[in-house]
């Protein structure tokens, strides 16, 4: 995504920041056919505060 300039880093100087960013890539999704589908979506990202955890 750098390599790209698809992404943008700031940084937070003004006190303390304790956040967390999470990027995902959707890789291919598939219709309930098995047909590859064409999607605008290429990434997600999620930044906050929260840990993030996984249930099985």
């Avoid at 956040?19 to 056919?33: L, Q």
């Avoid at 605008?40 to 929260?50: H, P, R």
Wanted: glycine residues 6%; aromatic residues 10%; positive net charge.
């Amino acid at each position: 995504m750098i390599e790209e300039k698809r992404l943008h880093v700031r940084v937070y100087t003004k006190s303390t920041l304790h956040a967390k960013a999470y990027i995902f890539d959707y890789g291919t999704v598939y219709d309930n056919k098995g047909r590859a589908l064409e999607r605008s979506e290429k990434d997600i990202a999620i930044v906050g505060s929260s840990n993030l955890t996984c249930w099985s």
